[in-house]
């Protein structure tokens, strides 16, 4: 039995003792992994700043800040969430009682990436505990530092039994990916997202994607362009580009082209001084080989802004590609890195026509101070999540489910999304053995009488109060008790 078998199976014996479903057990587990947040936070900075060349502010603010505060939210809702949840009664179950019951799936398989290597694996392993499913976590190989910290310190925290961290590279995904589980949850690319997709449909396994894509970013030309651009120069250029939901691109009228490079051009001095390359706040792209991939785009467009390199530390800088063309190499998939191509269009109607040619993206970006405009380019387009007016900060909003569409992914999860997207959500119907008269309408043999009461109690679904449901219960148990009585006789 190879080493993934025995996790998957040491998972699903301790999920079967039943001991991840409390919600004492629950909280436990959650309080533990905060607690590891913060006291391993050290650990924790180290093993990012030899991976992504990330900073120990950056790694709280970019990783293990949003994980803490996912974590806070459960532990305070988590009692609302597992509760039973009523649900509208019909004129037939008035009697009855009606509820959702959220239960654990079993085991989740988790297999995490490696640009947010903290954020997007332990961020479905919150969802995963408060739901009361054992979860197989499988960090990302690309970040070695870090998958050698979660391998080995957080088992020390939370239930090694039903939370098995498993490390290794492509050869250890697939024999994962080989097991029966109850939920697979990915996040990388697409090409890789499809092959996860074929291997969980062996067992009919449903799965979560975390995908990407070319996320777009309009700037209509009457906007605010000095904070536009600085807020843009923000989310493309943090972690050295490598965010699945960066601006892949922008689009935005020629007049105001050149003003939009002067103003990015402003903001990556001020944010990351005349030298990037000496900046701390800074990263760096995580290999040479996406070095290259990402180099190679630059290859027949005209930078702007930037173009500097060392290959031997993966150092790109912020750079800007301007008069871009469709058919450019660098809008031609996903960049993850830092190049901010910009494309010309004639107005909104422009941009969202060229929008809509591509894949649906992970997100989309307006900066405009026209609702109509907003509201326009909304209606008129699809994304996962769609962001007005400045960029990423949606991810951090828990009350918004957070996840893709089409090409960009399927399922979403943060704050109680990520619990039902872990969760079955169990119908439940309980009736009484009482009132048999009402159920005449439904056995043979069929009649015109019956067809028409039963069209009455299925179609009239009054809006009715508490007082209401009463009075009404009452008629139909006196009704109840005349049609059983007339079929007794």
Request: with cysteine.
């Amino acid at each position: 039995m190879s080493r993934e078998q025995k996790a998957v199976e040491c998972a699903r014996k301790a999920f079967l003792t039943g001991r991840s479903k409390p919600l004492e057990h629950r909280i436990r587990q959650l309080k533990n992994l905060q607690r590891f947040l913060l006291e391993r936070e050290k650990e924790i900075a180290e093993a990012i700043k030899k991976d992504l060349n990330k900073s120990e502010a950056g790694t709280q603010l970019y990783e293990t800040l949003g994980l803490e505060g996912e974590i806070v939210l459960a532990v305070k809702k988590l009692a609302e969430w597992v509760a039973p949840r009523p649900v509208e009664k019909n004129l037939l179950t008035i009697s009855d009682t009606v509820y959702i019951q959220p239960e654990p799936l079993g085991v989740v398989l988790i297999i995490g990436a490696w640009n947010y290597p903290w954020a997007v694996t332990i961020q479905p392993l919150i969802g995963a505990i408060a739901a009361g499913n054992a979860a197989v976590v499988k960090p990302s190989e690309v970040c070695v530092h870090t998958a050698k910290v979660m391998e080995d310190l957080l088992p020390a925290y939370i239930d090694k039994e039903l939370y098995p961290v498993v490390t290794g590279g492509v050869s250890e995904t697939q024999e994962l990916l080989r097991q029966r589980f109850d939920h697979v949850f990915y996040t990388g690319n697409s090409m890789v997202g499809k092959l996860v997709m074929e291997a969980a449909a062996k067992h009919l396994t449903p799965i979560t994607l975390e995908l990407g894509g070319k996320s777009p970013c309009y700037i209509d030309k009457n906007c605010d362009i000095p904070i536009a651009c600085r807020r843009v120069t923000w989310g493309k250029y943090s972690n050295c580009g490598q965010t699945c939901i960066a601006p892949d691109y922008i689009l935005c009228e020629p007049s105001i082209q050149d003003r939009v490079l002067e103003e990015i051009k402003k903001s990556i001095k001020a944010f990351y001084t005349e030298d990037p390359k000496t900046c701390p706040d800074y990263g760096r792209i995580i290999n040479q080989r996406h070095f290259k991939r990402i180099m190679a785009m630059t290859e027949d467009s005209t930078i702007a802004i930037g173009g500097d390199s060392d290959e031997s530390t993966c150092y790109i800088a912020p750079t800007v590609l301007k008069d871009v063309q469709v058919n450019s190499k660098v809008m031609q998939e996903e960049i993850f890195g830092p190049l901010l191509p910009i494309l010309t269009v004639s107005g909104v109607d422009e941009a969202i026509n060229f929008i809509n040619k591509g894949e649906k993206p992970l997100a989309l970006y307006i900066f405009s101070p026209d609702d109509k405009v907003i509201k326009k380019v909304i209606a008129e387009t699809s994304s996962g999540g769609v962001l007005a007016n400045d960029c990423l900060v949606h991810y951090s909003v828990s009350a918004l489910p957070f996840g893709g569409v089409g090409n960009s992914g399927m399922g979403s999860y943060h704050g109680k999304f990520s619990f039902d997207n872990l969760s079955h959500l169990r119908g439940c119907l309980i009736k009484q053995l009482k009132m048999e008269g009402v159920n005449d309408m439904r056995y043979p043999p069929h009649t015109a009488k019956k067809l028409f009461w039963a069209r009455f109690f299925i179609l009239k679904n009054p809006d009715l109060g508490w007082l209401g449901r009463m009075t009404l219960l009452a008629i139909i148990a006196v009704v109840a008790a005349v049609v059983l009585q007339r079929y007794l006789q």
